[in-house]
């Protein structure tokens, strides 16, 4: 059987295309303080892949002249890169038009020497948190993300809350689900409502949502699944439940995703993938930056797809932002 994308896009009459951007996403390195299973980046503590000051400083530049309105950081824990501190501070304290800064972290990092101060200085930045907890039952988190991971998590998350997030509306503390193995997340309403009880009565922690993510066969995952003789039975399961309706809400339409080289892609998978895009001016053969990036000519790109996409299209899919249908 073809896992294609595309044949599935064409079998229900379906085209991908950009829309106006809404959306910068930088991918400020691999450096992380854990080594989960399901990681897309195969992030780790000892990877020395970040961003540098000088492409801080172009990223910025861009941002700035932008009418984009959100910073979305992800790695990695972005909280590990040097420059982190000063990126948050500088988009949210020193423009004239401060913009909504998402932070993608693994929670236990606020735990860490070094970090102690860390969750006091995004309560102050009103930073957005989205963080991973892949089940309310440590068993499974240990399975996914490491023995210890799951006491620690709770810890940050009750240190978060304690500093207004998940209640001050300012403050949004949102959890990422991921499934434990080659399966579809369920529905997502119904999970959050089981989190939210399982966690507020077990451990007094509430938080905005919960977002459901598909675990994407690239990187970390794939090499799962390959040597559990599982990958195309997975790649099939998902071209099954491939759900017209996720098509026009999928992230690559409105995002713009940036490496730690500033390099410009469709989307985080796709640059791990290494499948970026070309530099669209006469006479150019290079990959394209973000500093040499026009947004509208942006809209005109090719969406670059493989069959890694058809785990954001199957079930109610599965976006940055968790669930694409209801």
């Known amino acids: 059987m073809s896992v294609d994308f595309n044949s599935s896009l064409a079998a229900h009459g379906l085209t991908l295309r950009r829309t106006r951007p809404e959306i910068l996403q930088v991918n400020v390195g ?149 499934p434990v193995g080659a399966v579809l997340p369920p529905d997502q309403a119904e999970l959050e409502a089981d989190y939210k009880r399982e966690m507020a009565a077990h451990f007094g922690i509430v938080f905005n949502q919960l977002y459901c993510l598909a675990n994407v066969p690239v990187a970390r995952f794939a090499s799962w699944l390959k040597r559990s003789h599982a990958h195309s039975d997975y790649l099939i399961l998902l071209k099954d439940a491939f759900n017209p309706a996720t098509v026009s809400r999928l992230m690559c339409r409105h995002t713009i995703n940036v490496s730690w080289r500033g390099e410009v892609y469709d989307c985080d998978f796709n640059q791990m993938l290494e499948l970026g895009l070309a530099d669209p001016r006469p006479g150019t053969n290079a990959p394209l930056h973000l500093w040499d990036l026009d947004p509208v000519t942006f809209q005109t790109i090719p969406i670059r797809t493989g069959p890694h996409c058809l785990a954001c299209t199957a079930g109610h899919g599965s976006s940055c932002g968790g669930a694409l249908t209801a």
Not at 104 to 128: C, K, Q, S, W
Not at 129 to 146: D, F, H, K
Not at 151 to 156: G, V
């Open 30 to 178: 691999k450096l992380c303080n854990l080594t989960c299973t399901h990681c897309h980046v195969n992030a780790g503590p000892h990877r020395t892949e970040i961003i540098q000051k000088s492409t801080v400083d172009r990223v910025l530049a861009w941002f700035e002249a932008s009418d984009l309105d959100v910073l979305d950081l992800t790695g990695g824990t972005p909280e590990m890169v040097p420059d982190f501190r000063r990126i948050v501070r500088t988009v949210r304290r020193e423009w004239a038009r401060p913009r909504r800064v998402m932070d993608r972290l693994n929670a236990t990092i606020l735990l860490e020497p070094g970090y102690e101060d860390m969750a006091e200085f995004l309560a102050e930045h009103e930073v957005e948190l989205i963080a991973s907890m892949p089940c309310y039952e440590p068993e499974n988190v240990t399975a996914q993300r490491g023995e210890g991971v799951f006491d620690k998590s709770i810890a940050a998350f009750q240190k978060l809350n304690a500093l207004g997030y998940g209640r001050n509306p300012r403050l949004p503390l949102h959890l990422v689900y991921n």
